[in-house]
């Protein structure tokens, strides 16, 4: 995993060179498909979004998310269940930084619930709830339909981050 991070990281360099791929902005009436792995102090979430192209810079997205694990807590064992759904609205910030058309670097923010199933008799934090959250993050294309994805943010369904692969329609 930490490889694949560095790589990622790496190739974020490249936005700011002067090479040109394909779009990293997201156009007016177009679609992508985000999917992916969180990164959270309650399991590593799977997770798959949507995201559609509103306005010049805006983009609009539904997101859903999926994590199981298992917590020892007072030495007794619990499986819990933990599914996210959530919009976010993400300003593009490409034009205003003038990066390359391959580079997708974003802000914004999310609502979401997230429903927290855990076996009956724990009494630990786990619970259902509605949240505001935050997000910051970027694309880096490596052909005009796919490429992948780095986001960091809190407040609802991920507080941590996501890493995933994007493909555009």
Not at 42 to 64: H, M, N, Q, R, S
Not at 69 to 82: A, G, L, Q, V
Request: aromatic fraction near 14%; charged fraction near 15%.
């Amino acid at each position: 995993m930490k490889k694949l991070i560095v790589i990622l990281a790496l190739s974020m360099g490249s936005c700011f060179s002067n090479t040109s791929f394909g779009q990293g902005s997201l156009e007016h009436g177009k679609a992508q498909l985000n999917v992916g792995v969180g990164i959270s102090s309650w399991g590593a979430p799977l997770y798959a979004g949507l995201d559609f192209g509103v306005a010049k810079d805006l983009t609009l997205g539904l997101e859903i998310s999926n994590r199981r694990y298992r917590e020892n807590w007072r030495n007794y064992y619990y499986d819990h269940n933990i599914t996210g759904i959530s919009g976010n609205l993400n300003y593009h910030f490409n034009r205003v930084l003038a990066l390359p058309p391959r580079c997708d670097f974003y802000g914004g923010i999310n609502v979401g619930y997230v429903s927290w199933s855990s076996p009956s008799g724990y009494n630990g934090d786990g619970h259902s709830s509605l949240g505001l959250g935050a997000q910051l993050g970027g694309r880096y294309f490596i052909s005009n339909h796919f490429g992948f994805n780095l986001e960091f943010g809190g407040g609802n369904a991920f507080n941590g981050g996501k890493l995933g692969i994007t493909f555009k329609f």
